[in-house]
Structure formats: C-alpha cells, structure tokens
C-alpha cells in the first residue's frame, strides 16, 4: 500500500524469512501427494492430501489470489471430486456462499487427520497457468491449483510435504524444490512452507535438456527446456550462451542475488499456451515450439525469461507491502506494480539488448514503438497510469476491443517509458556518473540472500532514489502516475533522440499497422479498436468489423499501404467495403497524410546516452 491513496502513515519495510520457518515449527507438514499419471493422455490431475487437524469447526481455503498473476484466479472452477474422510469416514463440507473459495466443515471428536481426494480438471482456456496443463509430452504442475489449506495458518507458517507421480518411466522434471528422491515414477522432496511450495512449479517431459549456464561456488543457474519434439529443444551454443550472459549481466547490475539456485523453467510448444510467471529461485515461462530454433520468434520474445528473472529482484526480494498476505484469500493491493512490472518490464527489454540477443540498433525504435502507442492512446484523457495498476485484476482480461479507451496493463510498458525517464534524469543530472542502474543495486541488490521478502512502500522507493540524485521525485510520481498526462514520459529526448513519423516501417512496427494514419488497429482485416478522434473513427468505423474491400478491391494489408500512399496525392477519401456482424456498407475516410511509422532519429550535437542504457557490463 502506499501513503496517498490509503492516507496511512508509511509503513516500514519488514523482513519475513521464506524458509526459515518449516524448521522452526514442529508442526506435522501437510502431505500432498498429486497423481500426473493421467495428465498426458486424460488431463487431469488427482491429489490427495493427508492434514493433521484438531476436532471441530475448520475451514478450508483454496488458493484465491495468485502471486506473479496479481489477481484473484484460483482457478477454483476446476477443482473437483472433493471427498474428505476422518478416520475412513465422509465428513460433509459445505462451501462459504460468500466466499466461493472456502469450505467449511466440522472434524469430529477423535479423528487427528483428515483424508482430502480432489480431482483437477485441465483445461485450455482461462487464465495465464490455469490454461496449460499438459500435452502429450510435457506438462506443468502449479502446486497452488491441486491443494486445500487450513485457514488457521498462514501461508508462511503452513508446512506441506509434495509428493509427485509422473506420468511415465521416461519422463523427466525440473523444479526449484529441493531434496528430491525419485523410487519409479514417483518423486518425493523436502518439506516446505505453503508460501515456497506455491513458489516452486514443476516443468515435467519426456523431450528435455537441460544447460548449467552459470555457477558460483555451489550457486549455480540452470536453463531447463521441454518440448512436445526433439527438434524443439534442439538449442544451439549460441544461444544458449546469450542466457547464462544474461545471469552474468543480472548478478553484475544488480552485485547480489536472493536465490539459492535460479531454474528457468520453459516449454516450448504450439499445443499448450505460452506464459511467464515470477519465481524467486525460478520462472515459468512458455514460449511456441520454435521460440528457440527460430531467430525471428526468438528476436520477437527475448525479453520473456529476462523479464521473469529481474522479477526475482523486483517483485520477489523487493515486494510491495500491499502484495505480501498471510494467506491467500486477502485481496492484494496493486497500486504500486508500475515498479514491479514497470521497471522489470524495463529492465527485462534492456536486459535482452544487454545479454545480446537483441540487435543494438534496434532499441532506439523499439522505444519509438512503445512511445507512440501511449501517445496515441484516447484513454490516457480520462485514466491515470496509477489507474491501470489499481484496476489490474479486470484490465489483464478485459477484452481487446477499444483497448486504447479503456487501457490496459499499462503500467508494464508505460511503466517502462517512465522508468526510462527517471534513468534519463539521473544519467543527464550527474553527467552519466550514475544511473538507474545504481538504485537498482541498492534497491533490489544490497547482500546476497536466499530467498525472503522484503517489503516496501512508495515513500521508501522515493527515499532510494534520493539517495541516487536529490530530485523531486515525490512530484514526479504524482506528474506521470497520479495525475493524467496527455503525453507519455518521454526520457530519451534528454538522451539525445526524438521521435518522428515515416512511410518507412520499422522493425517492430510493421506495414500493416495503420493504427497512426488511419486509426485502425485491424489482424488480417479483422478491426479490434478504432482510435477515437482518427480519420477512421470520424468516418464511423467500429470494432466487431471486417474490411472486405479497399477502393472496391479485396483487402489486403499491401492494399491498404497502397491506397494511404495514393490519397496523398489525389487527396481522395479511401472507401472501405466493410462488414459489421451480419451487415455491408462502405465507408469513405479522409485521410491524406500517408503512412505513418514511428521512428527515433538523433537530435545532432547532443550526447547520446540512451544506447549507453543498452551496454552490457560483461564480455
Ligand atoms: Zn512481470
């Protein structure tokens, strides 16, 4: 939480440690033993749990808000076949009807542990980690959808013992937990607390490979990779190369860790969905089958594990307080995500430049690209950035239809434009001396840990970067996250570039992006958003619309190039032919200003300090 919106004083940032406790408590863990025998052919999961208890009322909590997905998705509508038994027989439960995720139910007198059977349906749709469950030949098992805990705990004091049955003699697993012990097809590991278990994925298959990228002393950071063939993790060198890089530039900006070993744990496959979700000792991340093989889609997505693993500093050491409950029933407080995803949204492109996977020549536009999507964004006249963070449980699903008017998640890549200003100031104000890159070291670095949580509020963010440069940051935050601005941060004008518009595409905006001429943000014709006030909007053009024909020609994106380049001269209206739902009619567009593409070029006789953001520390 942060003191202006909640009106409390700042709160001071506390230490909790993740670990330390399953020893302290000589609690009898909870044993959760999941069968994956059937994931791979039937998709489902079937978890049985063994849970010490005392005699009489007891409520049972299914996991609700999800940390790294920042939202209240349990994904509680596919957890079935709940039976539990004292002593063999059934004991009735009745679920809270004010809060779905609760079950309520009454141990009698002398049963000490309860017998809990659930069954987990897979599924393919949902939300991020509930919409991939297996494939054929590889799985993910999210140990927070196949568990029940009791709400007498908390999350950090409540100790679960896991237990796993893969699906077949020839698969393989990778996890951050430890201690394991495998007897056939079933692994067993150390006890642990709710909070680390929940923490801790596990990437299961039978196509595997597995890469120690970097080590120091026993510390060690392995890239685990699954795919559906073995073609898919067929990796080369090179590129495996450019990942234990990207470890070496992590631990050299930032000069501490707060993990034990770090697993990156990625899938590769066209059959279950990509994601990308935080971990402190690991990150589960999903990319399509040839996100490694093709350096096109890997160009395309390089910041994916680079994003994921700055959050294990920014997000995961460093937790704002209103995110960090005692269990996970409460409702968290997103308004500061605009550090943890906004700077690691940041860090994790710049990263991907750092650890070379990127081309350097390709940041300045890049930046161009996400500049003048939020310069060009209607919403941004009625929602503050801090408002995209505060609404982030329904903006993440919100439909993609007119999302320039209501926003997104912005505070991920406007996050970054802001951050990027604050490291433009403090570069400029101290003649390139320091840079943000310093008060990320002592924010998120400081010593080397394993794996707690230190919480933080807006004031000690403003307290660290005053340490940096004094500066009025307070009133910075309160310019560009409070208050609207009709203009997004734009940090590399003080670096240097400015931004203009050319018939020329970019490499990360393409030809058939006609969203700055005409207003239209279309896939193959198919129109998602119309920016109000363009030349399309004013000709009446809506979402749920399809453009058939261009100046009484099929359409095609070539088409529509085309046809902006000609009313240039000819200073015509374009006519559409479009379709919306079952009804034709063809609307005519002003417009006779060309294409548009956002470039940055170079302000001449200034010093150029945005492509020193992009330098790596590291041979
Ligand atoms: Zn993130």
Do not use: C
């Amino acid at each position: 939480m942060h003191a202006t919106r909640l009106g409390v004083a700042a709160i001071a940032a506390a230490a909790f440690s993740l670990l330390g406790t399953a020893h302290a408590r000589a609690a009898e863990p909870i044993a959760l033993a999941i069968d994956a025998s059937q994931a791979a052919t039937q998709n489902v999961l079937f978890a049985h749990e063994t849970m010490p208890v005392k005699p009489g009322a007891l409520t049972l909590y299914y996991p609700k808000w999800i940390p790294g997905e920042h939202m209240p998705v349990g994904p509680i509508q596919n957890l079935s076949g709940i039976v539990i038994t004292g002593n063999g027989a059934v004991i009735p439960w009745r679920r809270d009807p004010r809060n779905m995720y609760a079950f309520e139910l009454t141990v009698p007198h002398g049963v000490s542990s309860l017998d809990i059977a659930m069954t987990y349906l897979g599924a393919t749709f949902g939300s991020y980690s509930s919409n991939r469950l297996a494939s054929a030949n590889m799985g993910t098992i999210i140990w927070d959808q196949t568990l029940l805990y009791p709400s007498t705990g908390t999350i950090q004091d409540t100790v679960f013992k896991p237990t796993l049955t893969l699906p077949g003699d020839d698969w393989k697993f990778a996890t951050a937990l430890t201690g394991a012990k495998r007897t056939g097809n079933t692994v067993t590991w150390d006890a642990v607390t709710l909070e680390h278990l929940i923490d801790s994925p596990l990437d299961m298959g039978v196509n595997y490979r597995r890469w120690d990228i970097w080590h120091d002393g026993d510390a060690h950071a392995y890239l685990n990779v699954f795919g559906d063939t073995p073609n898919d993790i067929d990796v080369s060198d090179k590129v495996v190369a450019h990942y234990g890089k990207l470890v070496r530039e992590m631990i050299a900006m930032y000069g501490a860790r707060h993990w034990r070993n770090y697993n990156f744990l990625l899938t590769v496959s066209d059959v279950i969905p990509g994601e990308g979700i935080e971990h402190h000792e690991s990150s589960d991340d999903g990319g399509p089958a040839d996100y490694l093989t093709n350096p096109k889609v890997l160009d395309r997505g390089a910041d994916l594990l680079s994003h994921e693993f700055n959050h294990s500093w920014d997000g995961k050491y460093r937790m704002p307080v209103g995110l960090y409950q005692p269990n996970l029933q409460m409702p968290y407080d997103d308004s500061l995500l605009w550090v943890y995803e906004g700077m690691t949204q940041y860090y994790g492109n710049v990263m991907s430049w750092r650890d070379g996977l990127r081309k350097p020549a390709e940041y300045p536009d890049h930046i161009a690209a996400v500049y003048a999507y939020y310069d060009n964004e209607p919403g941004r006249k009625w929602r503050p950035l801090l408002d995209t963070a505060v609404s982030g449980p329904f903006l993440y699903n919100a439909p993609r239809q007119y999302v320039a008017e209501r926003r997104s998640v912005d505070f991920y890549s406007e996050g970054e434009l802001m951050w990027l200003k604050v490291d433009s100031i403090i570069r400029e104000k101290t003649n390139n001396r320091e840079s943000l890159d310093t008060f990320a070291r002592e924010f998120f670095g400081g010593k080397t840990t394993g794996p707690i949580v230190k919480t933080y509020d807006r004031a000690d963010v403003i307290a660290g970067l005053q340490k940096v440069l004094p500066y009025d940051w307070a009133g910075f935050f309160k310019k560009w996250v409070d208050e609207i601005a009709i203009h997004p941060p734009n940090g590399f004008t003080a670096d240097g570039w400015k931004l203009v518009y050319t018939d020329k595409p970019s490499h990360w905006v393409p030809k058939s992006n006609v969203w700055y001429s005409l207003g239209i943000n279309a896939f193959h014709g198919q129109v998602v958003d119309v920016r109000q006030g363009s030349p399309a909007w004013k000709a009446g053009l809506g979402v749920n619309t399809t453009i058939v024909a261009v100046d009484g020609r099929k359409f095609s994106d070539d088409l529509l190039y085309d046809a902006i380049e000609n009313a240039k001269s000819s200073h015509q209206p374009i006519a559409l032919l479009v379709a919306h739902t079952d009804a034709y009619r063809t609307i005519s567009i002003d417009y006779d200003g060309g294409n548009r593409y956002p470039h940055l070029v170079r302000i001449p006789g200034t010093p150029d300090r945005l492509m020193d953001v992009i330098k790596p520390y590291t041979k």
